[in-house]
């Protein structure tokens, strides 16, 4: 197994001979902390020493993000224990954690922009009747905040509104640097930042390690990682699988912990099982020249009759859009969707309403709020996709409903009472089921899917597999965005990976692992095969 | 203990689905019920003429809250349904002064009512309003438009049929009940049946459940909410021409109870405020309720202050219970 590595920066160059260990700043060790059904840590720990650069990695929902809210202290863990400073300690509100030194710079760019940078800068600190530190001492940490981050043409004064994206960013790390600080964390701090912002942070970052203050981060990009990281914790569904110290940093093998042993043979015995199914069809959805975003780079693919696509990225790198582009709900900043009518010619969607009469059906990620009609019945949340074709004079065609409905309960294994019961008695995959019954039932040619599998137990997943297949074998296309990068290999016929609102990479899944998948995933590799 | 547990599970479930049964009962027994205590208690409550003239009020109201029921199942209400049924009335009226015919100046006044509902809903959604505002600012605008028109003077009378169609002593051909109550039950029957049956009558309620849903079922939600809003002043249109007959008199402001009562119909009967549940039968319930509870109340002694009083703790009492039972069925 090869792993397509893109031509990273010269890490020995950036890495100064091992420098005298300061001790051990944080300890986080056995920590677990559950949201409702869900476990996010179970034993998570992690070590940051002092005058270090730490890196956190791991997957969407690998509990990076609930780590580091609990020890920025947004929120408490259910168990487990925190040394700071050689001392136990106990993050209880996030007044606690800034007074001991750790500040916080979150994923969001939290700011006002009618404010201006030096207000945004000092947002928060402020008592409620004076300022705590005086004017002229805020004047002088915001220039020296701004300076260090490379922002020193701006005007303090300057509304916030009038910088870009990137300075604002930059606004909200100055937030937290103008603090006295020892921990610094930063949560996909560098995701808006251009190449000149990001190299002045990490110089900065790097004075500041000399000092003896620390620092840890999450990135995206592997290449940041392998870069900046003295040492990374691999977090993997919720406990910390490993502890890499600096000679051992590499985006391989970063991303082969991230995946887990375990999963990558599942994939593997499951390739080996897998059927390849020859994809001769014609041809039913074209997509050209498509730029999601104004930055991103145009993509082309085409998607057979039968065809099974999986959509990959991390959370919002342009899968979602994809997806939604391809169903006409949204429009991408250029390029075109098109779509083979049933006359044989090609078709633009202009809507959502034109795509479906072509034959593209959707099937949202929130079933809750964007899916189903909750008060209403079974039968109902069925029918709206087939009440056009049967109904006469504007009445219903009861009867022909309710034997369609008995058709495609029987065909996909509904477990329900009544079908006039609300549809909300069902469970999640029941209702799963009914939302993808409302599309089957109208004969589609192209159905996408957001994230289908999500909140369905294990079981009703196996069976919403089959009939995805066997929908597939007799001639739909399906184009479907999974979080599951096993899901999406077992399933599909190929993967596009998106990465910052490109097409990353597009996989043939016979043959891929999830290693490949993920490094794409992180924008590793920029080999781009269609079959055009 | 493990078998206790799942031993009450189905009880524990089947006891829930029991008590959202019979609590969508409530308005359909409040109905006999009242009439019962009604019977006992007054003299006269069960004759012939007291239980038309019941009817008759409960007429007004279940054709006015008619298309109330539509616009709160598409998620929206009509406050101008008082301004519409004052229009009409003083139109109609007018309209006889100045010797139209009365079908032309009906016909005429039910368009004007069509125009103005589909204006309450297109206004809606192009502005992206909630219906509540548009309506009350459609409601000041016909009602002053109306007292521009007519100039505050305003002479005329309506056909004699047309007062005994709402009258105690009037028949519908051979049938000893004024027409005012049959046209309620022949409207009602078409009504639960468009609900039920419809494919708009089931966008209705798609449209109120989960607007975002409804976009992306391809549900045409744009005409669901135009519909429910011309159905709701054409009806209240209606409501209007009939009280010319019942009043004998032009007056502006003869809708203006009507504001609240069809609100409290539709909610007493059980249709969520918040949209996508309930129904016209419940509706039927509601302004039976209603009318009954004031006959009742009157006949207790109580001033219409008082009355006002109980109908608002039973308002109150009534969304307590229905809210236990929403929360329920809707858990998705």
Redesign the interface.
């Known amino acids: 197994m090869s792993l397509p590595v893109s031509e990273g920066r010269n890490r020995a160059q950036e890495r100064q001979p091992a420098r005298e260990e300061h001790g051990t700043l944080l300890e986080m060790a056995g920590l677990s902390r559950s949201f409702g059904e869900t476990q996010a840590l179970k034993s998570a720990s992690l070590v940051v020493r002092r005058g270090e650069i730490h890196s956190l990695a791991g997957e969407n929902g690998s509990g990076k993000s609930t780590l580091m809210k609990i020890l920025s202290g947004v929120i408490r863990p259910d168990s487990g224990d925190i040394t700071w400073d050689g001392r136990a300690a106990r993050f209880a509100r996030p007044r606690a954690a800034q007074d001991a030194g750790v500040v916080m710079v979150f994923q969001e760019t939290l700011v006002v922009p009618d404010l201006s940078v030096r207000d945004n800068i000092f947002l928060g600190t402020d008592g409620l009747l004076r300022h705590r530190r005086g004017r002229r001492q805020e004047q002088a940490d915001a220039v020296a905040a701004v300076n260090h981050l490379g922002l020193g043409h701006y005007d303090i004064e300057t509304p916030l509104w009038q910088l870009s994206l990137a300075e604002q960013q930059l606004i909200t790390i100055a937030r937290a640097i103008v603090r006295p600080w020892q921990l610094l964390i930063l949560d996909e701090s560098t995701s808006a930042l251009d190449l000149g912002q990001r190299d002045r942070l990490f110089a900065y970052l790097r004075e500041e390690r000399a000092r003896g203050k620390s620092v840890l981060f999450t990135s995206h990009r592997m290449d940041e990682v392998e870069e900046l990281a003295d040492s990374v914790t691999v977090l993997r569904l919720g406990a910390t699988v490993a502890r890499l110290d600096r000679a051992a940093i590499s985006s391989a093998e970063i991303l082969r912990l991230m995946a887990g042993r375990a999963t990558a043979q599942r994939v593997e015995e499951v390739s080996h099982a897998r059927h390849v199914r020859p994809l001769d069809g014609p041809e039913v959805l074209r997509v050209d020249a498509l730029a999601l975003r104004k930055t991103s780079r145009p993509m082309s693919l085409t998607v057979r009759e039968g065809e099974i696509l999986g959509l990959a990225g991390l959370e919002g790198q342009g899968q979602v859009e994809f997806a939604n582009c391809v169903a006409a709900?949204s429009r991408p900043a250029s390029g075109t969707v098109a779509v083979l009518g049933k006359g044989g010619g090609w078709h633009r969607p202009r809507g959502?309403?034109d795509a479906?009469r072509y034959g593209i059906a959707?099937v949202?990620r929130d079933?809750?709020?964007?899916?189903?009609?909750?008060?209403?019945s079974i039968l109902?949340n069925f029918?709206?996709?087939i009440?056009?074709e049967l109904?006469r004079l504007?009445?219903?065609r009861?009867a022909a409903i309710r034997q369609r409905f008995a058709e495609y309960a029987d065909h996909m294994r509904l477990v329900y009472g009544s079908a006039s019961a609300?549809?909300?008695?069902l469970s999640g995959g029941n209702?799963q089921k009914v939302l993808l019954g409302?599309w089957l039932a109208t004969g589609p040619r192209i159905l996408v899917l957001n994230d289908p599998m999500r909140g369905v137990d294990a079981n009703t997943k196996e069976e919403l597999y089959g009939l995805m297949r066997s929908q597939a074998s007799s001639g739909l296309a399906l184009v479907l965005v999974s979080t599951d990068i096993p899901e999406l290999l077992t399933l599909c016929d190929r993967v596009a990976v998106f990465h910052e609102g490109s097409l990353s990479a597009l996989l043939p899944t016979a043959g891929t692992t999830d290693t490949d998948v993920m490094a794409a995933m992180f924008g590793q590799s920029t080999e781009v095969r269609d079959d055009e | 203990m493990v078998e206790t547990r799942l031993g009450r599970w189905p009880v524990g479930r089947r006891i829930d689905i029991s008590r959202t049964l019979l609590i969508s009962l409530i308005p359909y027994s409040l109905v006999p019920i009242l009439a019962l205590i009604g019977a006992a208690t007054i003299d006269g409550y069960a004759t012939k003429s007291s239980l038309v003239s019941l009817l008759i009020l409960s007429s007004f109201l279940g054709l006015a809250s008619l298309g109330q029921t539509f616009t709160v199942i598409a998620g929206g209400v009509d406050l101008s349904i008082p301004a519409v049924i004052g229009m009409a009335d003083v139109v109609i009226t007018q309209l006889d002064g100045d010797r139209w015919p009365f079908w032309l100046a009906a016909l005429v006044i039910l368009a004007i009512a069509a125009v103005i509902g589909a204006g309450n809903a297109v206004a809606s959604l192009a502005l992206r309003v909630h219906p509540l505002i548009v309506t009350l600012g459609m409601g000041l605008i016909v009602t002053g438009g109306v007292l521009v028109w007519s100039h505050d003077s305003i002479s005329g009378s309506v056909p004699q049929w047309l007062v005994t169609s709402v009258s105690v002593i009037g028949k519908t051909g051979p049938i000893p009940i004024p027409a005012i109550v049959i046209l309620w039950a022949a409207l009602s029957v078409i009504t639960i049946f468009m609900q039920r049956r419809s494919r708009l009558g089931r966008e209705i309620y798609a449209t109120g459940a989960n607007p975002s849903a409804a976009r992306l079922a391809l549900v045409r939600s744009r005409w669901a909410l135009i519909s429910a809003f011309v159905v709701a002043a054409v009806l209240a249109a209606v409501v209007g021409i009939l009280f010319a007959g019942y009043s004998g008199a032009a007056d502006d402001t003869v809708g203006q109870p009507y504001l609240f009562e069809t609100v409290t119909a539709v909610v007493v009967g059980g249709t969520s405020l918040l949209g996508g549940r309930g129904s016209y039968g419940r509706t039927i319930a509601g302004a039976l309720i209603i009318s009954q509870l004031t006959t009742l109340l009157v006949g207790f002694g109580f001033g219409p202050s008082m009355q006002e009083v109980l109908l608002g703790i039973l308002i109150i009492l009534l969304v307590i219970i229905y809210g236990r039972e929403s929360h329920v069925s809707t858990r998705v």
């Open positions: 709900i959502f309403g479906n959707f949202p079933r809750r709020r964007e899916g189903l009609f909750g008060a209403m109902d029918g709206f996709g009440y056009p109904s504007g009445v219903l009861k609300p549809v909300g008695t209702q409302r």
